[in-house]
């Protein structure tokens, strides 16, 4: 099973690894602003708080003046969580992600893709998370826990 938690995170306190690319910030932007809700969180490491996926949402949020984010924690240690490369699948070293982040020395867009092994099957990090479907108004007040632990 690969635990997290969905918690509301204050923004400031996540740590991109990657940069964002212009036109899906927009397009998420004109998303929320029509449906005023978030669909899924971000996924953050339970450690340092790097932010592992969602570097758009992230991003929007931000220009958005939204001090909270919904985000699913996780165990960064768990050896079913992989790092890959988008464009060949070559394995990253979860320790240079999180250095990178540390640093704020940010990987290109779309360099890294955090994929969880289940069952013979591989999934990208997203496709465990659960839909959120927050109105965006609740994440300019104080943090509330929107979630217990998950298994999956």
């Known amino acids: ?16 690894h990657e940069k964002y690319i212009e036109e ?22 339970n450690k340092h708080n790097v932010l592992l996926d969602g570097h758009h ?18 165990d960064y240690q768990d050896p079913r969580i992989v790092v890959k490369s988008w464009e ?5 070293d979860k320790d240079q992600v999180l250095r990178r982040a540390l640093k704020g020395e940010l990987f290109p867009p779309r ?12 999934l990208h990090i997203s496709e465990i998370l659960p839909d959120v479907n927050l109105p965006l108004k609740s994440f300019k007040t104080m943090p509330l826990s ?6 999956f």
């Open 146 to 151: 929107i979630g217990e632990r998950l298994e």
């Open 24 to 45: 899906r910030v927009l397009f998420l932007l004109e998303d929320m602003m029509r449906t005023g809700i978030l669909r899924k969180p971000v996924v953050a490491e």
């Open 111 to 122: 360099t890294t893709r955090h994929v969880v092994q289940l069952d013979g099957r591989e």
């Open 88 to 92: 060949n699948g070559y394995i990253f």
């Open 57 to 74: 949402r992230f991003e929007a949020f931000k220009r958005l003046g939204l001090q909270y984010i919904p985000a699913a924690v996780v």
């Open 1 to 16: 099973m690969i635990y997290l938690k969905i918690t509301l995170m204050n923004i400031s306190e996540l740590k991109p």
